[in-house]
């Protein structure tokens, strides 16, 4: 008898641990399942690293059809060229105009001011670096300097900034456009043909670029939102 009361109470003890051990198993799982339900709910932010890589993956891809289309002939070199035209003329301008509706704040002028004043800087320092580090004895040296200094900052540079910064970006970007568009016209073009003129200067002045951002920066004064 006093074996039989010393097993059930034992059986009993197994049981006692058993309920307690799945209670706390229950509670465990009522705290962590909706932790689980919060992170998968939880918006993912991208690095700024992977949002660069997606962007030149995309551009990349974008090349690669352009190429086979071009190879195809479904794209023939006139349609290619008003491609480039309309990208050039019509696109980017646009983007740019539309940049600078924004909204006016004084820390936007501040920084767009700051961002051509360093634009014209950063140029200066590149052309003097490209004619200390190349030499003009060297054959074609023109077009090396020409590369080292001045980038594809439109084609390529205003949509990617587009996607990392938005219009915000593309603002202080159009900054830099402006100084590229007015060296290249001046500089840029006396450095590959030997001279300059008036008429390339004005060239860079009515580029669509500086247009862009003459008008961009009115409306951006004017507060005048379209």
């Known amino acids: 008898h006093k074996g039989m009361c010393e097993s059930n109470a034992f059986i009993l003890h197994v ?91 004084s820390e936007l002028l501040h920084g767009f001011l700051w961002a051509f004043v360093l634009s014209v800087l950063t140029t200066s320092i590149a052309i003097v670096i490209s004619h200390f580090l190349i030499s003009g004895k060297k054959k074609s040296f023109e077009v090396e300097r020409f590369c080292c200094v001045y980038a594809n900052c439109g084609f390529m540079g205003i949509p990617l900034v587009n996607s990392l910064f938005g219009s915000e970006g593309v603002l202080y970007l159009s900054a830099y456009v402006a100084v590229f568009s007015l060296f290249v016209w001046t500089h840029g073009y006396g450095l590959m043909t030997g001279k300059t003129d008036r008429r390339s200067m004005l060239k860079g002045f009515a580029s669509p670029a500086v247009i862009a951002v003459i008008i961009g920066f009115i409306l951006f004064i004017g507060r005048i939102s379209l």
């Open 15 to 105: 049981k006692n641990a058993r309920l307690s051990s799945d209670a706390r198993l229950t509670d465990a799982r009522q705290d962590i399942i909706p932790r689980l339900h919060y992170l998968s709910r939880k918006e993912y932010e991208p690095s700024m690293f992977a949002i660069t890589t997606l962007q030149l993956l995309k551009m990349f891809f974008l090349v690669i059809v352009g190429y086979f289309s071009f190879r195809s002939g479904l794209i023939t070199h006139e349609g290619n060229k008003s491609l480039s035209n309309l990208l050039l003329y019509i696109v980017n301008p646009m983007m740019i105009i539309h940049s600078f509706s924004t909204g006016y704040t």
